[in-house]
């Protein structure tokens, strides 16, 4: 499965909206996970199963979606969200990320 | 809070072996899934397998089968992630994670990562 990730980047104002979108290449139900990653760190999981958030995630983070399109929206962007976020389809191996998206702080 | 554990760092010569290893921290870790992933310098996220330690039950991404072996040795809590004959462009940063399930869940604790660099 096919996984499309739009933007690969962007630059925004603390305090903004920002939208990313993920589109599979077929149906995956709502088997959709969303993962933070900042410069030289291990990816952290945000969201999974499309919309719950992880335990400790800011409620500025949201995720909606289902069936073949995804979006993860950070409200009232803040300095330490600057970083790349990527999508991942865990609804059947092989397992397939999306190619990330970059967010830089105006 | 489980913990995985990777080395830090490898360097080898191109045609060399290699076995990294992903070690959890609780007796739990034969219950998981570990998953391997891949990242190239500057690049996204690639999923190369997952295996059970438990039964050492493993599933390969098409891209990476053949070109590394998984394997997982449940008495010491650790997964490996194996190549015969490394090549330059081998080189890049491997994380293992684990899961609830072989699909269907997420990746809910990452190990720190493991840069592995081949270059002569």
């Known amino acids: 499965i096919q996984m499309t990730q739009s933007p690969s980047s962007l630059s925004a104002s603390v305090g903004d909206r920002v939208t990313i979108t993920c589109r599979a290449s077929e149906n995956i139900n709502k088997y959709l996970n969303w993962y933070q990653q900042k410069p030289g760190k291990a990816p952290e999981l945000l969201i999974s199963g499309a919309s719950t958030l992880q335990s400790g995630v800011p409620s500025r983070f949201s995720g909606s979606g289902s069936g073949r399109d995804f979006t993860l929206t950070l409200n009232n962007l803040q300095p330490e969200d600057s970083a790349t976020y990527h999508c991942?389809?865990?609804?059947?191996?092989?397992?397939?990320f999306g190619g990330g998206t970059k967010v830089e702080i105006k | 809070e489980v913990h995985l554990v990777q080395p830090t760092a490898e360097l080898k010569k191109p045609g060399e072996s290699l076995r990294i290893s992903c070690q959890g921290s609780e007796n739990k870790f034969n219950k998981f899934w570990i998953g391997w992933v891949r990242q190239m310098p500057g690049k996204g996220l690639e999923w190369v397998g997952i295996i059970y330690p438990f039964d050492s039950d493993t599933r390969y991404s098409p891209s990476f089968e053949g070109q590394v072996t998984i394997s997982a040795d449940k008495s010491i809590n650790t997964a490996y992630l194996q190549w015969d004959s490394l090549k330059a462009s081998d080189t890049a940063t491997y994380y293992c994670?684990?899961?609830?399930?072989?699909?269907?869940?997420?990746?809910?604790?990452w190990g720190q990562g493991t840069l592995v660099t081949v270059s002569s």
């Open positions: 991942q389809q865990s609804y059947t191996t092989p397992l397939s």
């Open positions: 994670a684990r899961s609830v399930t072989s699909s269907g869940s997420a990746y809910e604790s």
